[in-house]
């Protein structure tokens, strides 16, 4: 493994933060820029506020860290979450945009909140890499950091983890994702995957949208909670199916076999979103 070097002076410059925040700006009520902005922007931004409020809903979040990035379409810029906002209080017009050497190119007017950096080397790398991928979302589930910590890895132990047999890279931990240094090999260890473990970390989930990202993701982490309960009995007390069955399982749910994932799925989620968050005083996602 490389050694990476953190610049941290830099670390801190990018985060933006007032250190003891006194007279810093950390509202949470964001205007509109819904007519600032192209409508395909716009929908990109409602897209990924909805894929946070989601991540929240099925209890994949971490407090105020970790990150769900999309492609601006048409640009080689990308839209990521403010540092310090929970993901119950993301919004469309919240969202700060960066570009792909991770310079801020907007974010709201007058707010002290900024960029983690982080969310840059992971997301940034993979969106300069990947030209086929516009979405991104890591996450450090307590099931995903489970398996990450295994040796084994992910188990084909039930149907959602087949689906991931010989679909999913794995990246050894260099430390916080805080170095430059990182990305080229994070990329390499991704290939041409859809989906990552980060060993001794949490997973990584990525897709052509929003809504194929988030299936994938979700079904990772299904499959990391299942694995997590069935190891629970002992390794003695799990089974997995035949080679040739697993490899079965895995070709008919690749995304070239029967459909797109997540594209269906989509608009249920919404409904979902919307019948489970309005009104439950957090701003509503779309605005």
Same mark, same amino acid.
């Given at each position: 493994?490389?050694?990476?070097?953190?610049?941290?002076?830099?670390?801190?410059?990018?985060?933006?933060?007032?250190?003891?925040?006194?007279?810093?700006?950390?509202?949470?009520?964001?205007?509109?820029?819904?007519?600032?902005?192209?409508?395909?922007?716009?929908?990109?931004?409602?897209?990924?506020?909805?894929?946070?409020?989601? @991540?929240?809903?099925?209890?994949?979040?971490?407090?105020?860290?970790?990150?769900?990035?999309?492609?601006?379409?048409?640009?080689?810029?990308?839209?990521?979450?403010?540092?310090?906002?929970?993901?119950?209080?993301?919004?469309?017009?919240?969202?700060?945009?960066?570009?792909?050497?991770?310079?801020?190119?907007?974010?709201?007017?007058?707010?002290?909140?900024?960029?983690?950096?982080?969310?840059?080397?992971?997301?940034?790398?993979?969106?300069?890499?990947?030209?086929?991928?516009?979405?991104?979302?890591?996450?450090?589930?307590?099931?995903?950091?489970?398996?990450?910590?295994?040796?084994?890895?992910?188990?084909?132990?039930?149907?959602?983890?087949?689906?991931?047999?010989?679909?999913?890279?794995?990246?050894?931990?260099?430390?916080?994702?805080?170095?430059?240094?990182?990305?080229?090999?994070? @990329?390499?260890?991704?290939?041409?995957?859809?989906?990552?473990?980060?060993?001794?970390?949490?997973?990584?989930?990525?897709?052509?949208?929003?809504?194929?990202?988030?299936?994938?993701?979700?079904?990772?982490?299904?499959?990391?909670?299942?694995?997590?309960?069935?190891?629970?009995?002992?390794?003695?007390?799990?089974?997995?199916?035949?080679?040739?069955?697993?490899?079965?399982?895995?070709?008919?749910?690749?995304?070239?076999?029967?459909?797109?994932?997540?594209?269906?799925?989509?608009?249920?989620?919404?409904?979902?979103?919307?019948?489970?968050?309005?009104?439950?005083?957090?701003?509503?996602?779309?605005?």
């Amino acid at each position: 493994m490389a050694t990476n070097t953190i610049d941290f002076d830099q670390v801190k410059r990018e985060s933006q933060l007032k250190e003891d925040g006194e007279g810093a700006n950390f509202s949470t009520e964001f205007p509109t820029v819904k007519d600032q902005i192209s409508p395909e922007e716009w929908q990109a931004r409602v897209d990924l506020a909805a894929c946070y409020r989601l @991540v929240d809903l099925y209890d994949m979040t971490y407090m105020i860290y970790n990150h769900i990035t999309v492609r601006v379409p048409g640009t080689d810029e990308f839209l990521i979450n403010l540092y310090g906002l929970t993901y119950k209080e993301i919004t469309a017009s919240s969202l700060a945009k960066l570009d792909l050497d991770g310079n801020v190119m907007w974010k709201p007017q007058g707010t002290d909140y900024g960029i983690n950096a982080a969310g840059y080397v992971i997301h940034g790398a993979i969106h300069k890499a990947r030209k086929d991928i516009n979405a991104v979302i890591h996450t450090h589930s307590t099931a995903g950091m489970a398996v990450a910590a295994m040796s084994c890895g992910l188990l084909p132990l039930t149907q959602n983890a087949m689906r991931f047999d010989e679909h999913i890279g794995y990246h050894d931990y260099e430390g916080p994702a805080l170095s430059t240094a990182e990305q080229q090999r994070l @990329v390499a260890d991704l290939g041409q995957n859809n989906a990552m473990i980060l060993r001794n970390h949490g997973l990584l989930a990525v897709g052509p949208t929003i809504p194929e990202a988030f299936n994938l993701l979700y079904q990772l982490e299904t499959s990391c909670r299942a694995q997590v309960q069935a190891l629970s009995a002992g390794i003695e007390g799990v089974a997995t199916p035949p080679r040739d069955v697993i490899d079965l399982t895995a070709k008919v749910f690749a995304p070239t076999t029967l459909r797109r994932y997540g594209l269906l799925e989509w608009p249920a989620m919404l409904r979902k979103l919307d019948a489970e968050t309005r009104g439950n005083g957090y701003p509503y996602y779309a605005t």
